[in-house]
């Protein structure tokens, strides 16, 4: 019999790798692009794969670089970066936006801090801010439903002055101008209830995040006091993208549930201070980047209560 | 079945407090749920184990200072002979496992250390008897010559840990132990010896609880079973009622099935909500926790003057033609048990891993000539499948840190240790670590955090 093989305790394992959870992120989101291809035409589906292509050439290219083990991008974490920048994107925006972004994204956002693991932001969200800062005109064409006639120059729900052209229904099942994976509210709910019932991520942040807006915009979003219509601002804009897919990110997320109550309490904040007080119709990625630094603080003063030792 | 009174399956509760109970679940998870794998050897009455050729009896067996050698090279011991002695307080007696002689006191495999001196005995087939085998009841005894027949049958705890029960059953001055635990829970996959010793041998594991409960002076007696073990729960339940009552409440409840359920620690927060203060022992708040196995063995030293040379394991795994319990005795080498249960180690030569204890902390030989000792509760032979994918990154998960039973965060310590900053890793209060493995079966980047957190400890203590 050949040599017996020694290793530390314990011999079993959860067979939940890092790997899996990447994947099963990837089929979460996939029913909100199904939903956009449909909405705003195939021509999303090709930003969708150039977003995908570019973050994984980066990824390898970086990699080789660096003399690392290439074979790490079928982590799936390139991958997934890749579709959620997408996500961000107009459907309109010219075929280089995504190429750049997802270059941007893989490379600044996350290799440059030391690859997996190591990013301080949400790698997508570098490359979208990236983008919306370096070439704005492209970042905010948008497109209408293939179904409307005027197709180009709408403007999101959320840039309007009011909201009255859009019914709720409308707004919940995506018929209107908007990024490629934030529009269709319904589907995000679907690949988040995946998400939540596979354990990938917990309630905390979504919670916490939805909450904050939803309460800040009844009270200060309206004409007076406890006039704001909350609905709108859940269902507009990249809300529910944000709270499940991207604020969630395992990497750029506190570390304890104390932690990412904060955490999801301090985007909604500054997402609702954005959009009612600042120039830009939309908040939440700059939020969720603004929380990200403050991560390693959050961290530092939520540790956990270990069993034995007093509270006081 | 039987009365409230001996089994409590959870008191009934408002509808305030199941909501809150749901609520801290959600909330602060701290176990996980591991398949059990115990349906290989549950059903498997426990059979005596072979009688080996040859012991190898490891002079440290337990935690302390090693007993020191009381025969000499050809020597003629029996079954029972003491052949080492404890050394100081915190240590043990060790007796002889087979009848036989004495071929050799030398440098032995031992499976936790690697390494210790150990004394050979070559058995002459007879299996003798040292001790007398006759009943006596043991209810008369006062509390001092309980202890002290403890002490000589060189009972160490059996659940793993191996603590000297003597030292358990005196407890320091000034301390008031109000409650007994006996820790039927078995959370550890695979295993079921604690089990079948439960199902096949109530009556003597009540008889030892209300020894251990006479030696303490405690009247309240508490059985933690988990409900993966129903029938257990019934059986000693039901034994209660059969076994002369001397004024001793016993309680048998139902546990959760979840890892680490069985550490001392978690079943005492489980139990009476109590927490033992960081750094402390079980006295400390007024308990004292037994395995069942170790009440067995007392029982059987009590009554019956045996001396601890056997005890139970499972035997399971694949590779395997009959998984079983074994009662087996101390010494005997991992290959005699493993043939017995119809292993052919020439004809297997994928196999794996051999790993003594159970799964989730126990620990892995290279040599099929490892004695078992006091404290092994189990062999597992392993094939590939069990094999532990390449580490990558940490990403941050948090899944070590809603595991952890102890409430650390053990990503941190690890990320401590693997940047050298002892300052760090002492902020993260690595001692309070109990080495459940939880945080490493959970941890998708196949991070070796409880080796890493043993290294944090070290840099700690020095």
Redesign the interface.
């Known amino acids: 019999m050949n040599n017996l093989t020694v290793s530390p305790a314990p011999h079993i394992k959860s067979g939940l790798t890092t790997q899996r959870i990447m994947w099963i992120v990837i089929l979460a989101l996939l029913p909100a692009g199904l939903a956009g291809v449909y909405i705003f035409g195939i021509r999303s589906l090709k930003v969708i794969f150039i977003s995908i292509i570019s973050c994984i050439l980066s990824e390898a290219i970086f990699l080789k670089f660096r003399q690392r083990d290439t074979r790490i991008i079928l982590d799936g974490s390139a991958i997934l970066t890749g579709l959620i920048l997408a996500y961000n994107l107009p459907p309109e925006v010219p075929f280089w936006i995504p190429v750049v972004g997802g270059a941007v994204s893989i490379i600044i956002g996350k290799q440059l801090f030391g690859g997996l693991g190591h990013n301080i932001f949400n790698p997508a969200l570098v490359g979208r801010a990236f983008l919306q800062i370096s070439w704005p005109v492209y970042m905010t064409t948008w497109k209408n439903p293939r179904w409307v006639l005027d197709a180009v120059s709408s403007a999101t729900p959320l840039a309007k002055e009011k909201a009255v052209n859009f019914s709720y229904m409308d707004l919940f099942l995506g018929n209107h101008g908007g990024c490629i994976g934030e529009v269709c509210i319904l589907m995000l709910l679907i690949g988040a209830l995946i998400l939540i019932f596979t354990n990938i991520i917990s309630f905390h942040i979504p919670a916490s995040f939805i909450g904050t807006v939803v309460v800040l915009t009844w009270i200060f979003g309206g004409d007076g006091f406890f006039k704001g219509d909350f609905v709108f601002h859940l269902l507009a804009g990249g809300l529910v993208l944000g709270a499940f897919f991207m604020a969630t990110d395992y990497v750029t997320c506190p570390l304890t549930n104390k932690g990412k109550l904060i955490f999801g309490i301090g985007c909604g904040i500054l997402t609702s201070l954005i959009r009612l007080k600042g120039s830009y119709p939309e908040g939440v990625s700059y939020a969720i980047l603004f929380m990200n630094a403050m991560v390693p603080l959050i961290d530092r003063y939520t540790k956990t209560r270990i069993y034995g030792i007093s509270k006081t | 079945m039987s009365s409230p009174e001996v089994y409590f399956n959870l008191k009934r509760l408002s509808r305030a407090e199941i909501f809150y109970i749901i609520i801290k679940n959600i909330?602060i998870m701290n176990f996980?749920h591991?398949?059990e794998f115990k349906g290989l050897t549950r059903h498997k009455k426990i059979e005596k184990g072979p009688l080996p050729e040859r012991v190898v009896l490891t002079l440290s067996q337990h935690t302390g200072a090693p007993s020191e050698p009381v025969v000499k090279v050809g020597d003629i011991v029996q079954t029972g002979t003491l052949i080492a002695q404890a050394k100081g307080f915190i240590s043990s007696n060790l007796h002889s496992s087979v009848s036989g002689k004495v071929v050799a006191i030398e440098n032995a495999l031992h499976p936790v250390i690697g390494g210790f001196k150990a004394i050979v005995i070559q058995s002459d087939g007879q299996d003798n008897n040292a001790f007398l085998v006759s009943y006596r009841d043991g209810l008369d005894l006062s509390r001092e010559e309980i202890i002290d027949i403890v002490k000589d049958a060189g009972i160490v705890g059996l659940g793993g840990a191996g603590f000297p029960t003597h030292v358990k059953l005196s407890p320091p001055p000034g301390k008031k132990i109000d409650t007994l635990i006996i820790n039927g829970a078995e959370c550890e996959?695979y295993l079921s010896c604690d089990h079948r010793l439960m199902l096949e041998k109530p009556k003597e594991i009540i008889a030892g609880i209300y020894l251990i409960a006479k030696a303490l002076g405690v009247n309240n007696v508490i059985v933690g079973i988990e409900e993966n073990k129903l029938d257990a729960i019934e059986n000693l339940g039901s034994a209660l009622f059969m076994v002369k009552d001397i004024g001793v409440k016993v309680k048998v409840i139902r546990l959760k099935t979840r890892y680490p359920q069985g550490g001392e620690?978690q079943l005492i927060?489980t139990l009476l909500n109590r927490?033992?203060?960081?750094?402390?022992l079980p006295f400390e708040v007024g308990c004292v926790v037994n395995n069942v196995q170790t009440v067995f063995a007392i029982y059987e030293a009590v009554c019956f003057r045996k001396p601890l040379y056997e005890r139970v394991i499972t035997i399971a795994g694949s590779f395997l033609a009959k998984p079983k319990n074994v009662l087996a005795r101390i010494g005997t080498s991992i290959k005699d048990l493993l043939e017995f249960c119809g292993f052919n180690?020439?004809s297997?030569?994928?196999?794996?891993?051999?790993?003594m204890?159970g799964?989730?902390?126990?620990?892995?030989?290279?040599?099929l000539d490892t004695p078992i000792i006091k404290g092994t509760s189990g062999i597992?032979v392993?094939d590939r499948r069990?094999?532990?994918?390449d580490e990558?990154?940490?990403?941050?998960?948090?899944r070590c840190?809603?595991s952890?039973?102890?409430?650390?965060?053990p990503?941190?310590i690890g990320n401590g240790v693997k940047f050298n900053r002892s300052d760090i890793v002492a902020s993260?209060?690595p001692l309070?670590c109990i080495e459940c493995?939880a945080c490493?079966?959970?941890c998708?980047?196949?991070i070796?955090l409880?080796?890493l957190i043993k290294l944090a400890k070290a840099m700690v203590k020095a």
Do not use: H
């Open positions: 909330l996980i591991p398949p996959p620690k927060k927490e033992v203060p960081s750094g402390g180690a020439s297997n030569s994928d196999i794996y891993k051999i790993v204890g799964p989730m902390t126990g620990i892995s030989q290279y040599s597992l392993m069990f094999k532990v994918g990558i990154s940490c990403i941050r998960c948090s840190i809603s952890c039973p102890a409430g650390l965060m990503c941190m993260f209060n309070d493995g490493s079966y959970v998708p980047s196949n070796p409880v080796q």
